[in-house]
């Protein structure tokens, strides 16, 4: 065992961090050339239909892969290498982008045949981020999970703020099929670089493995003992429903409501990274406040204030818009850190794999939960008009996570 402040301790942290640090720079890769490309497909859709129906039908064709194989997905995730199953994960979304890629070479593809490439990009995304998030505390120290959490969702979020920038100056310089094929170069980076880490398949407690539907209700036990869980996670789910599907008609905003264009998508997009970027920052350095649950709790109710002041904007406050986005990313970020950090600390290795993915299902379900709604109301009243009933609503939901969970603070979860 190491002793804190030995040469063995200083050898045994280089080595976790430098794991760390190699994972995520391949990944840095991917992630880049992925958010441009789905910044691209999502405002080729914008501007071929104009329609808050068509982007909703391409956001859910994104979410059902998690909705439907999610918790399955957890199980695999466990009994398998997390390492293999990410680079499988990362292959299928490169040769998804080939194909797509592909098919605008030929000519202009229907709607129907995009929508189906978004579903297979989002199946390799269903095994991946839930096997990325279970293998980083094979890697992390428990004590170093909020920093290590906070550097990963810095370099998430600085592709994320980079990406739609890039998307937007390659649709202005190259045709869609060298778009796509940029997503087939940063998979394959990413996949080169997972292959130099060594990542242990995790081992299972006891002896003969059960059947899968029985390790999928292990997963539903594991998340409904541990009371603090459960309801800082049904505030986040409310959020999926209430807040999510904005993200997704934020390019109808932008194009109807500003007259933008793609580089103003564009702008929006990566000030909204930007702000989750510099959150991360803040949290990787600082590990956030000792007050868990508050951070969880000021974020929605952040993400309601901005978004309704975002719904009264004139069409001329194109840049006040842009602050408001910038302060959504910062307050989403800060509310998902310590979220994930707590599954972290709190879930065993052989159930890590699993409650991940059954969480992140429950969230990916809310979200076609709300397009459902927020598709058709929009089409109705505005993107702005929604932007307002949503803040409103995301007002409440801050209120009430505060209340629901401010007992565990008290406690010292």
């Not at 059902?64 to 957890?74: D, E, K, N, R, S």
């Not at 789910?237 to 109807?256: D, K, N, Q, R, Y």
Request: glycine share 10%.
């Amino acid at each position: 065992m190491a002793i804190p402040g030995t040469t063995e301790d200083s050898s045994l942290q280089d080595a976790w961090r430098k794991q760390f640090i190699t994972i995520y720079t391949g990944q840095a890769f991917s992630l880049l050339s992925s958010s441009a490309v789905q910044f691209a497909i999502i405002w080729w859709i914008t501007v071929k239909t104009s329609s808050a129906i068509d982007l909703t039908i391409a956001s859910i064709a994104g979410l059902l892969p998690q909705v439907l194989i999610g918790p399955i997905a957890g199980v695999w995730i466990d009994r398998h290498s997390r390492k293999i199953i990410m680079i499988l994960a990362d292959s299928v979304v490169a040769v998804s982008s080939l194909v797509l890629g592909l098919s605008f070479f030929f000519g202009e593809p229907p709607l129907a045949f995009v929508y189906a490439i978004l579903f297979l990009r989002a199946l390799g995304e269903t095994f991946h981020k839930p096997a990325m998030k279970a293998a980083i505390p094979q890697l992390v120290p428990a004590e170093a999970l909020t920093k290590a959490g906070g550097f990963g969702q810095l370099i998430q979020s600085a592709c994320a703020m980079v990406g739609p920038m890039l998307g937007a100056l390659l649709m202005s310089v190259v045709t869609m099929p060298l778009v796509m094929a940029v997503d087939v170069v940063g998979a394959a980076l990413a996949v080169l670089t997972l292959a130099t880490v060594r990542l242990d398949k995790p081992l299972r407690k006891g002896g003969k493995r059960p059947r899968i539907l029985a390790e999928t209700k292990e997963a539903f036990v594991a998340l409904r003992s541990d009371k603090a869980l459960v309801r800082a996670s049904l505030p986040v789910f409310a959020t999926s429903i209430v807040f999510m599907p904005l993200g997704s008609l934020l390019p109808l905003m932008v194009l109807e409501h500003f007259s933008g264009d793609a580089w103003h998508n564009g702008i929006v997009k990566a000030l909204f990274s930007a702000g989750m970027m510099l959150a991360a920052l803040a949290i990787g350095v600082t590990g956030g406040i000792r007050r868990a649950f508050l951070m969880m709790s000021t974020a929605p109710f952040a993400l309601g204030i901005c978004s309704l002041a975002a719904g009264l904007l004139p069409p001329g406050a194109f840049w006040v818009f842009c602050v408001l986005v910038f302060i959504m990313g910062m307050a989403g970020m800060w509310g998902n850190i310590p979220y994930i950090a707590y599954l972290q600390k709190n879930l065993p290795q052989e159930n890590m794999g699993k409650v991940m993915s059954l969480v992140t299902s429950a969230m990916s379900l809310g979200i076609p939960i709300g397009m459902l709604i927020a598709g058709p109301v929009a089409e109705a009243i505005g993107v702005d008009g929604w932007m307002i009933w949503a803040g409103v609503g995301m007002v409440v939901v801050g209120v009430g996570s505060y209340l629901w969970t401010r007992e565990f603070e008290r406690s010292g979860r």
